[in-house]
């Protein structure tokens, strides 16, 4: 037995310590296709942050690797474990500690699901924003550990815009706060930012305190349907150039759409067909976008009849604002469930890019490309109000010539959205998968600054080593 799994076994309950196997091999690694992982020593299942605390000062004395782990929804390898290490899953500290109508905050532990704070803070005639599509399954801790975006940022922002304070164990043991609960606070550096989006290289978030909104007015959705992708991003860019602000701005494909309908047979094919008369060009064929408008009464009408138009204009065989809200929820549902129908395709290889909205037509139309080149069906689903692209490589699992061509194309996705001065990640996080994309998109001075911070807050360099940064 590893000396650390004794060292564990004197400071934890015996049901916080796992050792079996066959269960530690289901912590090994998170969704990330292809990402490398490692078989860990131990996983420890914490309830309480002096729990936490203890692993980490344990790790410390004897020098083992620790890999922090929410929900395993993450899709660039960061929850991946290395040979060794002891994974920390903080899957049972799901307490929702505080929901404060006055201040408009919530107080959470990190195993919090992201759709269940919704829920409560809802009952309480309050909001929280950021809603990455796993909503129904990932953690309030992984989003914050990887700074997680969803189908409201482009409008409400990101996690870090509502995280007001962090409780961490350090790289010296140590459990602390940072941040505030007020409104307004400028003392000291923004350590909270420099949390929000490590991706646990930094420290272990033990407990987050996030700021709430006001529950909003029914939503009006506006559904357009394209004969291709390139026609639906051309949209986009007509919604950012009419100024028009959308609470959700969403397209889905049709590759994604026919996985979804055979799955859960939602009938979406058949609405598709009804609007587009045949009409679909280009290897993902049609595309469906999904707009939704928040702004209350006359406002909220004008912008989406202005969304109507700015669809028809830019080639929609049929826009208009949804009459249906069953309808309306069925698409986005659909939006949803797009991942996981797409993994029973086969192996599904999931980018992240983001763009300037101006170049969202360009892009997509340059993936289309890469998809004929390198002879690998590529589904398209994005933000793409605020040009988060998330192009899904699909291979028949154990050919290792298709996985080939799609790590290439891959690789050649990233290199056309940084050529237009874009991003290798908008809210997966670098994790494994996007290590040789960060060292193309940010200067060497730039990574050494960020190297030096690793230094400084993880001094013995135990927390989820081999991530984000190459040694």
């Not at 002096?50 to 922090?68: G, M």
């Not at 796993?134 to 975006?149: F, M, Q, V």
């Not at 909104?213 to 390139?230: C, I, S």
């Amino acid at each position: 037995m590893p000396a650390i799994v004794e060292a564990l076994r004197e400071v934890l309950p015996a049901d916080v310590l796992v050792t079996d196997t066959d269960v530690i091999a289901s912590y090994a690694h998170d969704e990330a296709e292809w990402a490398p992982f490692g078989t860990p020593a131990a996983v420890v299942r914490p309830t309480t942050s002096e729990q936490v605390q203890q692993v980490v000062l344990a790790c410390l004395e004897h020098d083992v690797a620790v890999v922090p782990r929410g929900a395993g929804t993450g899709l660039s390898g960061g929850a991946n474990a290395l040979d060794g290490c002891v994974v920390i899953s903080l899957e049972k500290m799901n307490r929702i500690v505080e929901i404060n109508e006055t201040e408009r905050l919530a107080v959470v532990q990190p195993g919090v699901v992201n759709d269940h704070l919704r829920a409560a803070a809802g009952e309480q005639g309050l909001w929280y924003p950021p809603d990455p599509a796993s909503a129904p399954w990932s953690t309030i801790g992984g989003n914050c550990a990887t700074n997680a975006g969803g189908l409201c940022c482009v409008k409400y922002g990101v996690t870090r815009d509502y995280v007001l304070a962090l409780e961490v164990v350090t790289g010296t043991g140590e459990l602390v706060r940072v941040g505030r609960r007020t409104a307004k606070g400028v003392v000291g550096y923004d350590l909270v930012g420099l949390m929000v989006g490590s991706e646990g290289t930094l420290g272990i978030i033990t407990e987050i305190t996030v700021k709430l909104r006001a529950a909003r007015a029914p939503e009006t959705t506006v559904v357009g349907f394209f004969p291709d992708v390139v026609s639906a991003g051309v949209a986009v860019q007509g919604v950012a150039d009419a100024g028009i602000a959308p609470s959700a701005l969403e397209l889905v494909d049709q590759v994604c759409l026919k996985a979804v309908d055979d799955w859960k047979n939602m009938g979406l094919l058949d609405m598709c067909s009804e609007h587009l008369d045949g009409k679909s060009e280009g290897r993902g064929g049609a595309a469906v976008l999904l707009g939704r408008i928040d702004d209350p009464g006359a406002v909220g009408e004008q912008e989406a009849t202005r969304m109507v138009d700015v669809f028809t204009s830019a080639g929609a065989s049929f826009a208009a604002r949804s009459t249906s809200e069953e309808e309306a929820e069925t698409f986005f549902a659909a939006r949803r469930l797009a991942y996981p129908a797409l993994e029973r395709l086969g192996d599904t290889l999931t980018e992240d890019v983001c763009v300037p909205k101006a170049e969202v037509p360009g892009m997509l139309s340059r993936i289309e490309e890469i998809a004929a080149k390198h002879d690998t069906v590529i589904a398209n689903i994005a933000h793409a109000g605020d040009g988060n692209l998330h192009p899904l490589l699909i291979t028949e699992p154990g050919d290792d010539a298709a996985r080939e061509r799609a790590q290439a194309a891959f690789a050649e996705i990233i290199d056309a959205a940084l050529a237009v001065g874009g991003t290798v990640t908008g809210e997966h996080g670098v994790g494994l998968l996007k290590m040789p994309g960060l060292e193309q998109e940010q200067t060497g001075v730039v990574i050494d600054m960020q190297r030096a911070i690793k230094r400084a807050l993880d001094p013995k360099g135990i927390f989820n080593p081999g991530k984000v940064f190459s040694a």
